[in-house]
């Protein structure tokens, strides 16, 4: 399967750069065109967080892991809960992993739902959304949170992990989704504040160490000696805007040849058209979702928010990123994100039937 998804997306790349000479005929040399165009905003904020790994993990090992280890914890779980694989924890996490099967655990399973939700769709959601929307986004986003845990540990069921290693480091998981969830259920002005906080600091911290790597560059001198090499940086950012210039033509075609059954589906769930344009997009991207939210329907909002936490990017950066660094997990990658979403997706649509229920009652006895 990893190899397939490969092949097929180097399919699309071929397809759409043809597409491209020939002056967007076909419509799939635009999307060709936006996949390599990532290349630059990707290294803004990637190069930076990327540089700074060697670093972190050293931090990491010397002083968090003997005091995790100590309670038979494997600390690359601490980077996987709080940032993306492509930010920084797949390669912290590899590097500060005591055994591989809760390595891969954490840096391609966790990194890629949890630690993705926490350093990029929450921050950014919350700058995004309409203030009158945070309330149903909220439900949506812990309803994905709720789900990661169980999809995680069924991909690692699957993959033949060390189950008993795998579900004692999944205890702090557990206990730090919940803790998001009930900071995101009390008080969710606090969380806003809390989540800008984090993506704002993480954001400043790449770039500052972008700017340091971009003078080291420049002018051939060594500030910081122990930063992951340029070449090396560089080629992880190349590598993903290659693999997105033939998945976003790939996400195209798929969207343009299933869009009467994708139409259909969306009307069995009760959602509107926006909103299955959004579940589409977040394929790619969760900022698909977030922009046009507002012009969801009740149903489509908590369902696409939930959506957000797992499936998005599944055919997007991360994804590419996999790819690049570790082939052989990308089908678990892709496993772990659809298990995890549709779970997301089934509580999400319990949760609404409840709260239109006790909505209904409301009415009744007014």
């Known amino acids: ?27 799939v040399g635009e999307k060709f065109e936006e996949g390599i165009k990532t290349m ?33 914890i494997d600390p690359s779980i601490l980077p996987a809960m709080i940032l993306a694989p492509d930010m920084g924890a797949y390669k912290i996490s590899m ?39 945070t309330e149903v986004f909220a439900k949506g ?18 993959k033949g992990m060390n189950m008993k290693l795998i579900f004692i480091n999944t205890i702090p998981i557990i206990v730090f989704s919940l803790i998001l969830t009930v900071l995101i259920l009390k008080s969710m002005d606090k969380a806003i504040v809390i989540f800008n906080i984090i993506g704002k600091c993480i954001i400043s911290i790449s770039v500052i160490a972008m700017l340091i790597q971009g003078l080291q560059f420049i002018l051939d001198i060594t500030i910081v000696s122990n930063f992951l090499p340029m070449e090396e940086v560089l080629k992880i950012v190349c590598k993903i805007s290659f693999f997105l210039g033939g998945a976003y033509p790939m996400i195209s075609v798929i969207s343009r040849i ?30 698909l979702i977030f922009v046009s939210l507002k012009d969801m329907n009740e ?3 908590i369902i696409a928010s939930a959506l957000s936490v797992s499936l998005s990017f599944i055919f997007g950066g ?7 660094l570790n082939p052989e997990f990308l ?25 239109s229920k006790k909505n209904i009652l409301i009415t009744e006895n007014i």
């Open 1 to 27: 399967m990893d190899k397939f998804v490969v092949y097929f997306v180097g399919f699309f790349f071929v397809i759409g750069g043809v597409d491209y000479l020939i002056g967007n005929k076909f419509k």
């Open 40 to 72: 630059g905003p990707m290294a803004i904020t990637m190069v930076g967080i990327l540089s700074l790994t060697p670093i972190i993990s050293s931090l990491i090992s010397s002083y968090l892991g003997p005091i995790l280890g100590s309670g038979n």
């Open 95 to 133: 590097d500060v992993a005591l055994n591989n099967d809760v390595g891969i655990y954490s840096a391609v399973l966790i990194a890629s739902t949890l630690g993705t939700t926490l350093s990029f769709s929450l921050p950014m959601a919350l700058t995004l959304i309409d203030k009158k929307d």
């Open 141 to 158: 986003v812990i309803c994905g949170i709720i789900t990661i845990p169980i999809g995680a540990l069924i991909v690692a069921f699957y």
């Open 258 to 287: 299933f869009k009467k059954p994708f139409t259909s589906i969306g009307h069995l769930m009760g959602v509107n058209s926006v909103a299955v344009t959004g579940f589409l997009g977040a394929l790619a991207s969760s900022l």
């Open 299 to 301: 149903k489509g909002k």
């Open 318 to 324: 991360q994804m590419g990123f996999i790819a690049s």
């Open 331 to 355: 089908g678990a990658f892709m496993l772990c994100k659809l298990i995890c979403g549709i779970l997301a997706c089934i509580l999400a649509n319990i949760l609404f039937k409840i709260h």
